[in-house]
């Protein structure tokens, strides 16, 4: 205990002073009397001891105590001691039950809850949070005990992945905000694929009370762990799909696996699966019609978690998508090259539409792949607009500037400044070549870095600060750029495709160059195989431009708002299943979205990690008296002047009280 102005006290005791006086120095008074002469009166010694005893000493005592307590309350007294131990008295319970995917197993959910009304102590203040991966609050603190219950029983299962260490933060946060000590129960199947890398991660604040009610066992369990299909095909009779069985913590068995297309099974597998080992089922040919297909491989033996042996897929079929090439020399030898390097490719999913720039005003862009615009001259302008627009409500376009592009102001479409060409000369320097090409660009992945390849012209230009250069010639100017526009992109190649300019439609990099560029316009790479549950799904690339994004979740209700639906870049994919996402221009895609498969391991944490957890709360308050934590605030001075404040009020009535009793007696 201390003082934060001890020299009140000094003030007090001098001010104490002042009801003695009034009590003690000022009792012997006498009042005057008139008589006629004091000659016959005989003159003696009186004792003045009974006049200077100190009357009134309740009154005396209020006042003393009264100056007393106001100087106590200005000299403010403090305690040094932690806000959990001055709030000892004032726990807050949180029941935490574990619903993530494992949960599923049994009745394991069912038990949790029921282990969690149990847990709750009568007269509490307590909250409830259900757990997978993120923490869901059911309720604010409260102490009403069926609200409490009710959200326990609200609790249902979810297809999340458990993490011991967002618990753990929660549950600092938690702390720290609530200023008083916290008691957990955590109810749980303890998984220990949910255990960080770090232990460190799982430390509590000081004050907090961790309880581990562990309901896991260890269950052989087998589970489909991935399936690979392609993405887009023409020709199902020549697709492929592979799905990976795999056991955890199970003996060697014989599974019966079935492929499914919208919902109907077409084909029934037997896979011999070894011991916690994997086995490989291969599905060749499908059946289905045109549009997008709804696939699942599912193992139909049953098992502990039965949720687990279903996996997701999607598959396009369609004809090869049309892609359209804008040239006004039709019949040119980059027409030739083009459609020779998309038709080498086996997995080859478009083809090539050739038009004259006058007939594109009368074309509906929206049902090309890409636009091919090579050469762009004069004769580009009237359909600039055109293009633009097709651009940024998620089209692109793969532009490759030749001599007429040069003799313009600006490149069309990309808007930045054209400056000519420049031409190798015939003395010491030849040709150019690639000197700084990125291989992680998706359009050069599978290029070569372009090597071999001479530039004997190119087109000049400066892109902006927004355009991304994937490759430069050995002078330094940019070969390959792309330009986010809108919701779509533009690549920017400063030479031509009709081996004119350069030897790259002979070179061996070449077939790959287009090949990859074309999947990567088309937006064959951007459709993932599949998500999984939690992670975000992308809803558009520009976020100033107000563009309407349609999404219907698994079960067929609508996963955005009205709002979300045009305004949300993300959406976070929280249940496993098939989602229908329809974009603006007319562009589908149907997500496949399945649950992280560390899930399927049921094999729980050792008994001695949680009871490490459990101390986590008492070994970081312990640390943090030999040292500083930058976590853990030390202890703050708190005040309770307020106390002195409000006795000396009631002293003060008390003192007014007696005195006017005292004074009724006098008169």
């Given at each position: 205990?201390g003082?934060?102005?001890?020299w009140?006290l000094?003030?007090g005791?001098?001010?104490?002073?002042?009801?003695?006086?009034?009590h003690l120095?000022?009792?012997?008074?006498?009042d005057?009397?008139?008589f006629?002469s004091?000659?016959?009166?005989?003159?003696?010694?009186?004792?003045t001891?009974?006049?200077?005893?100190?009357?009134?000493?309740?009154?005396?005592?209020?006042?003393?105590?009264?100056l007393?307590?106001?100087a106590?309350?200005?000299?403010?007294?403090?305690?040094?001691?932690?806000p959990a131990?001055l709030?000892?008295?004032?726990?807050?319970q949180?029941?935490?039950?574990?619903n993530?995917?494992?949960m599923?197993?049994?009745?394991?959910?069912e038990t949790?809850?029921?282990?969690a009304g149990s847990a709750?102590?009568a007269?509490a203040v307590?909250q409830?949070?259900s757990?997978?991966s993120?923490?869901?609050y059911?309720t604010q603190s409260s102490?009403d005990?069926?609200?409490?219950?009710?959200?326990?029983?609200?609790?249902?299962?979810?297809?999340?992945?458990?993490?011991?260490?967002?618990?753990?933060?929660?549950?600092?946060?938690?702390?720290r905000s609530?200023?008083?000590p916290?008691?957990?129960?955590?109810?749980?199947d303890?998984q220990r694929?949910?255990l960080?890398?770090?232990f460190?991660?799982?430390?509590?604040?000081?004050g907090t009370?961790l309880?581990v009610?562990?309901?896991g066992?260890?269950?052989?369990n087998?589970?489909?762990?991935t399936v690979?299909?392609?993405r887009?095909?023409?020709d199902?009779?020549?697709?492929?799909?592979?799905?990976?069985?795999?056991?955890?913590?199970a003996p060697a068995a014989?599974?019966?696996v079935?492929?499914k297309?919208?919902?109907k099974t077409?084909?029934?597998?037997?896979?011999?699966v070894p011991?916690?080992?994997?086995?490989?089922?291969?599905?060749t040919?499908?059946?289905?019609?045109?549009g997008?297909l709804?696939?699942?491989?599912?193992?139909?033996?049953?098992?502990?978690l039965?949720?687990?042996?279903r996996f997701f897929?999607?598959?396009?079929?369609?004809?090869?998508?049309?892609?359209?090439?804008?040239?006004?020399?039709r019949?040119?030898?980059?027409s030739l090259?083009?459609k020779?390097a998309?038709?080498a490719?086996?997995?080859?999913?478009?083809a090539?539409?050739e038009?004259?720039?006058g007939a594109?005003?009368?074309?509906r862009?929206?049902?090309?792949?890409?636009?091919?615009?090579?050469?762009p001259?004069?004769?580009?302008?009237?359909?600039?607009p055109?293009?633009k627009?097709y651009?940024?409500?998620?089209?692109?376009?793969?532009?490759a500037?030749?001599?007429?592009?040069?003799?313009?102001?600006?490149i069309?479409v990309?808007?930045?400044p054209a400056n000519?060409s420049?031409?190798?000369s015939?003395?010491?320097q030849?040709?150019f070549?690639p000197?700084n090409?990125?291989?992680t660009?998706?359009s050069?992945?599978?290029?070569?870095?372009?090597?071999?390849?001479?530039?004997?012209?190119f087109?000049?230009t400066?892109?902006g600060?927004d355009?991304l250069?994937a490759?430069?010639?050995?002078?330094?100017?940019?070969?390959?750029?792309?330009?986010?526009?809108g919701e779509?992109r533009?690549?920017i190649?400063t030479?031509?495709f009709?081996?004119?300019t350069n030897?790259?439609p002979?070179?061996p990099?070449?077939?790959p160059l287009?090949?990859q560029?074309?999947a990567?316009?088309g937006r064959?790479?951007?459709?993932?195989?599949s998500f999984?549950?939690?992670?975000?799904?992308?809803?558009r690339?520009?976020q100033?431009?107000?563009?309407?994004?349609e999404?219907?979740?698994?079960r067929g209700?609508r996963?955005l708002s009205?709002k979300?639906?045009?305004?949300?870049n993300?959406?976070?994919?929280?249940?496993?299943?098939?989602?229908d996402v329809r974009?603006?221009?007319d562009?589908?895609?149907l997500?496949?979205?399945?649950v992280?498969?560390?899930?399927s391991?049921?094999?729980?944490?050792?008994?001695?990690?949680?009871?490490?957890?459990?101390?986590?709360?008492?070994?970081?308050?312990?640390?943090?008296d030999?040292?500083?934590?930058a976590?853990?605030p030390?202890p703050?001075p708190q005040s309770?002047?307020w106390?002195?404040?409000?006795?000396?009020?009631?002293a003060?009535?008390a003192?007014t009280?007696?005195?006017?009793?005292?004074?009724?007696?006098?008169?």
């Amino acid at each position: 205990m201390g003082l934060l102005s001890p020299w009140w006290l000094l003030a007090g005791a001098v001010g104490a002073a002042l009801p003695v006086w009034l009590h003690l120095l000022q009792q012997h008074k006498q009042d005057p009397v008139e008589f006629a002469s004091t000659m016959l009166l005989e003159r003696r010694t009186d004792s003045t001891t009974y006049q200077r005893r100190i009357k009134y000493k309740l009154l005396m005592a209020l006042r003393l105590l009264l100056l007393l307590l106001v100087a106590l309350a200005f000299a403010q007294p403090f305690l040094r001691k932690p806000p959990a131990i001055l709030n000892a008295g004032n726990k807050l319970q949180i029941i935490v039950v574990d619903n993530s995917f494992s949960m599923r197993e049994g009745d394991r959910l069912e038990t949790a809850k029921r282990e969690a009304g149990s847990a709750l102590s009568a007269g509490a203040v307590a909250q409830i949070w259900s757990f997978g991966s993120h923490v869901s609050y059911l309720t604010q603190s409260s102490k009403d005990r069926a609200e409490l219950t009710a959200a326990i029983n609200s609790i249902g299962p979810s297809d999340e992945k458990s993490s011991f260490a967002e618990l753990s933060r929660a549950l600092r946060d938690t702390a720290r905000s609530q200023s008083r000590p916290v008691d957990v129960t955590f109810i749980t199947d303890a998984q220990r694929s949910a255990l960080p890398p770090s232990f460190g991660d799982l430390g509590l604040e000081p004050g907090t009370t961790l309880k581990v009610v562990d309901i896991g066992r260890k269950l052989p369990n087998y589970t489909v762990e991935t399936v690979n299909a392609p993405r887009t095909l023409s020709d199902l009779t020549k697709a492929k799909v592979n799905a990976t069985i795999a056991g955890f913590h199970a003996p060697a068995a014989k599974k019966t696996v079935a492929l499914k297309v919208n919902g109907k099974t077409l084909k029934t597998l037997t896979v011999d699966v070894p011991e916690n080992g994997r086995a490989t089922a291969e599905f060749t040919g499908i059946e289905g019609p045109y549009g997008w297909l709804r696939g699942e491989v599912e193992i139909t033996d049953a098992d502990a978690l039965a949720d687990d042996n279903r996996f997701f897929f999607a598959i396009e079929r369609s004809d090869p998508r049309k892609v359209l090439l804008i040239d006004e020399q039709r019949g040119s030898r980059a027409s030739l090259y083009l459609k020779a390097a998309l038709e080498a490719s086996a997995d080859s999913f478009f083809a090539i539409e050739e038009m004259s720039p006058g007939a594109v005003a009368n074309a509906r862009l929206a049902n090309y792949a890409f636009v091919i615009l090579h050469d762009p001259g004069v004769n580009a302008k009237g359909i600039e607009p055109a293009l633009k627009a097709y651009v940024e409500s998620g089209g692109a376009i793969l532009l490759a500037a030749g001599p007429q592009t040069a003799a313009l102001p600006a490149i069309p479409v990309a808007g930045f400044p054209a400056n000519g060409s420049r031409v190798a000369s015939r003395g010491t320097q030849r040709f150019f070549a690639p000197a700084n090409v990125d291989p992680t660009y998706p359009s050069l992945r599978r290029a070569g870095r372009l090597e071999g390849t001479r530039f004997f012209q190119f087109v000049a230009t400066e892109p902006g600060a927004d355009v991304l250069v994937a490759a430069r010639l050995e002078d330094g100017s940019p070969l390959l750029m792309e330009k986010k526009m809108g919701e779509g992109r533009i690549v920017i190649f400063t030479s031509s495709f009709d081996n004119s300019t350069n030897d790259l439609p002979v070179k061996p990099g070449f077939v790959p160059l287009i090949e990859q560029t074309a999947a990567y316009l088309g937006r064959v790479e951007d459709r993932s195989l599949s998500f999984v549950v939690d992670s975000y799904l992308d809803l558009r690339s520009d976020q100033k431009r107000a563009s309407s994004v349609e999404v219907i979740g698994p079960r067929g209700e609508r996963a955005l708002s009205l709002k979300e639906a045009s305004s949300a870049n993300t959406l976070r994919l929280t249940e496993a299943g098939l989602y229908d996402v329809r974009r603006e221009n007319d562009r589908q895609e149907l997500v496949a979205v399945n649950v992280d498969r560390r899930e399927s391991e049921l094999e729980p944490v050792s008994r001695e990690n949680l009871a490490l957890w459990e101390k986590s709360g008492a070994a970081t308050a312990n640390a943090a008296d030999g040292s500083q934590s930058a976590e853990a605030p030390l202890p703050e001075p708190q005040s309770f002047w307020w106390w002195f404040a409000l006795l000396a009020f009631f002293a003060l009535l008390a003192e007014t009280f007696v005195s006017a009793r005292y004074l009724q007696v006098k008169a």
